[in-house]
């Protein structure tokens, strides 16, 4: 245990003077005003659960919630308003966070109702399914499911086994689960409370499969009883989220309307004959896919959410819990005065404000892309490929540092009653829904070594060598946030040398460039020598690149986040708190170069000596920063009544 010496900060800094409030309206950005609603308009009693509620009064509970949320006009952005929508589509993404900083159970409940299944019907559909089917889905009326996911497939979409078969005679599609495999599982809505589900399955029009389309079928009646044709399951008690009610769905020759297609991208018309705007079966698919991403978006914003929340009670209590005496003084320690409690937990909260921001700029590009006319294919491909790897970057993060936080906390974390074992099952599944991890990652390091052309085609991988080059010189390192400004940091840093780097905003970002650059160059010059190979070989060479593709994903995404920190303190204009948002800037960067030190020590951009002086400036820094824990938390934007920790009452 090591105690970090008595510090006082420079005077010429006034982060003294910062105030959480000036914090949270800079991390709040352009969605201030949808967050500070929520923080003076909604009660705790109307996010906050009971973590002693059993399944079935959690379900009661959160159904409850979220009718009430979606009367009072939240959580609906993002619809058109003519349908009762209220909000644009960035604002949805607030609306999500807000709520995880409630409960995680609610916020999943409006995930599957108003971002997948009302997302299908807005993004996938066409006006009458929007006049149809919006209204009752905004205001939950017409609760919904998103039954993608198969007992035998679920990231590999393409390869879905329902199927959607159009009948003439009748003009009705059939849906059906011709197998066991075929069945829906973990579906949001399915076990109990949904009256329709948004259904994806091959669709076949005169003995031709079009590939996967969505349809709508009725499950369950006024009553709530099932539909002939369609066998619904609850998959019971899960290790969290206990008030969302997922089930299993299978159909047996189901029929409706010919309508019912979610058809904007492809549909049967008058004459039975399949017609479709997007000619390529591929294209087609990922369009499709790609107008879902609001859903991996809002979900890697929720991880963070959670994690502020859990941030804000263990820092609280770390700041009001004392252990031990100094020698020779009567006064026990607060546990955040501890160096090595310091280290649990400002580094992480400093990578809560980076990846808030980052979020912030994901949201405001997701309203780009999805509102552009013409649509944006390219720019479409970027953002699901940034999509990707936030999910993946915010829901691991989430998944550790909630766990710290329980164990930052001792006993009384294990405490139900004070939240963090309530957070630490909600999150675990954050991990993989919505994409696992893993494979999203791996999508990632694709798009670093693909020029999206080549999406569009039957792409392999044995053709990326010749595009990757020219790919990685022009593309990756395209800037996404602050372009001048980061352009002048590293200019600026070069002039600089020795100790001065370890506090150059330009240092920080050129080694967070040159790995990105070097690891993204190796790989393509690794998968070149795989691609020369007798195919059967070269399959097997590419498989073992799998560990290079996660550490190039993840390389990228750290050099997105940290420049989306830059353009936040950026558009700060109170002085203090720009102070303050440069320091925990500092130490994000700082702890990211610390946690990757084996490859900067391994490829020499930096030496042992630097790498130890860079773990004594995140010392110091964390000293600097502990007197302001408590500004720092209410910065994190989470109303303090929504904590509902009983060891901070």
Known sequence: MTLTDDRVLDETITLADATGDALAHALDGPFHAVKHRWRIEVDADDVTRDPALGMAEARDWTLDKLTGLAHRHFAIAGF??????????????????????????????SGVQHGLFGGAITNLGTAWHHETFLPDTISVALPGCFAMTERGHGSDVQS???????????????????????????????????????????????????????????IRDADGESLPGV?????????????????????????????????????????????????????????????????????????????????????????????????????????????????????????????????????????????????????????????AGMKALLTRWAN????????????????????????????????TFEGDNTVLMELVAKALLLEYKNTWGDMDLWGTAQATARFVSDTIMERTAARPVIDRLVATARRRSGGDLLAARGWHVAMFEERERHTVESLAQRMRAAGRLPRAESAEAISQLGEHMLFAARAHTDRLVLEAFVAGIEQTRDAASRQMLEKLCDLYALAT????????????????????????????????????????????????????SQMLA
Request: some cysteine; proline content about 4%.
């Open 593 to 644: 170069i610390e946690e990757g030190r084996a490859w900067f020590l391994e490829h020499q951009r930096m030496d042992p000596a630097r790498s130890k002086a860079v773990t004594s400036a995140i010392n110091a820094l964390c000293g600097e920063l502990r007197p302001h824990a408590a500004v720092l938390v209410e910065g994190l934007g989470v109303p303090e009544t929504w904590l509902r």
């Open 160 to 218: 879905l086994e329902t199927t959607i078969t159009y009948v003439r005679e009748t003009d009705e599609f059939e849906v059906n689960s011709p197998q066991a495999s075929s069945e829906k599982i973990y579906i949001g809505n399915a076990a109990r409370d949904g009256r329709m589900a948004a259904v994806f399955g091959q669709l076949w029009v005169a003995g031709e499969c079009q590939g996967v389309h969505t349809i709508l079928v009725p």
């Open 231 to 387: 066998t619904l399951g609850d998959q019971g008690h899960k290790g969290g989220l206990l008030g969302v009610d997922n089930g299993t769905i299978a159909f047996d020759h189901v029929r409706v309307p010919r309508r019912m297609l979610l058809d904007r991208y492809g549909g049967v018309d008058d004459e039975g004959v399949y017609h479709s705007p997007i000619a390529n079966p591929n294209a087609r698919f990922f369009t499709m896919l790609g107008t879902l991403v609001r859903g991996r978006i809002c979900v890697g914003a929720a991880a963070g959410s959670a994690t502020r929340k859990a941030l804000a009670i263990a820092t609280t209590y770390a700041t009001r819990r004392r252990q031990f005496r100094r020698p020779g003084l009567g006064a026990e320690i607060p546990l955040l005065d501890y160096l090595t409690h310091q280290r649990k937990l400002l580094p992480n909260l400093a990578r809560a404000y980076a990846y808030g921001f980052a979020v912030n700029e994901l949201a405001l590009e997701l309203g780009r892309v999805m509102e552009a006319e013409p649509r944006d294919a390219v720019r479409a491909r970027a953002l699901e490929t940034r999509a």
């Open 80 to 109: 058109p308003a003519e349908c009762g929508g209220d909000g644009t589509l960035p604002e949805s993404v607030a609306h999500f966070e807000m709520m995880a900083l409630g409960d995680l159970s609610l916020t999943i409940k």
């Open 400 to 431: 550790d540092t909630v766990q710290t936080c329980r164990e930052a906390c001792g006993g009384a974390g294990y405490m139900t009653a004070n939240q963090l074992t309530l957070l630490r099952g909600d999150v675990d599944v954050f991990a």
